[in-house]
């Protein structure tokens, strides 16, 4: 979603990896854990998600991405320029989920929001393409450890992170 990308992953309860250790070594077979499915992944309110790089509060890429999803649902259309009211919609949302109604920033940072959103920017595309390849060829072949279970990146700042929402 423009300059951001944000992917979900739920590789099903009990899937297994050998992550490598070394060239040409793996380790024994492990499971993924913790396993949080899509369905709870989508319901967890912002306020509970935390990761080792954001302590006081969710990812912004993953707040962004969850409120252009949320104003999806609502309106049945992706935000853009001229949406007057992804503002107010997302700002209450902000509220919904136990965040401030600016933890995305001003009026003016939403309105850029949804006015970038719905652009396809090749190189955002692209990276995210080839770490999602890699990710697929990691669990279709159980070798090498899987991200587990949201992959952002930020195109601002060429930033990919991948955490774990438990």
């Known amino acids: 979603f423009g300059y951001y990308a944000c992917a979900l992953m739920d590789l099903g309860e009990g899937h297994t990896f050998r992550k490598e250790i070394g060239k040409d070594k793996l380790s024994d077979v492990m499971t993924v854990k913790p396993y949080t499915s899509l369905e709870s992944m989508s319901k967890t309110l912002l306020k509970d998600v935390k990761d080792r790089w954001h302590k006081n509060g969710p990812p912004v890429v993953y707040v962004k991405y969850r409120a252009l999803l949320h104003y999806h649902a609502q309106k049945k259309v992706w935000p853009d320029g001229s949406s007057d009211d992804f503002v107010s919609v997302t700002k209450e949302f902000l509220k919904m989920q136990g965040l ?67």
């Open 100 to 166: 401030k109604d600016d933890y995305l920033g001003d009026d003016g940072d939403l309105k850029q929001l949804a006015s970038t959103a719905s652009a396809e920017v090749s190189p955002v595309c692209a990276v995210m393409g080839g770490v999602l390849g890699n990710e697929v060829i990691k669990a279709i072949s159980s070798k090498g450890e899987p991200a587990n279970n949201i992959m952002m990146f930020d195109g601002t700042d060429g930033g990919c992170r991948s955490f774990v929402l438990k």
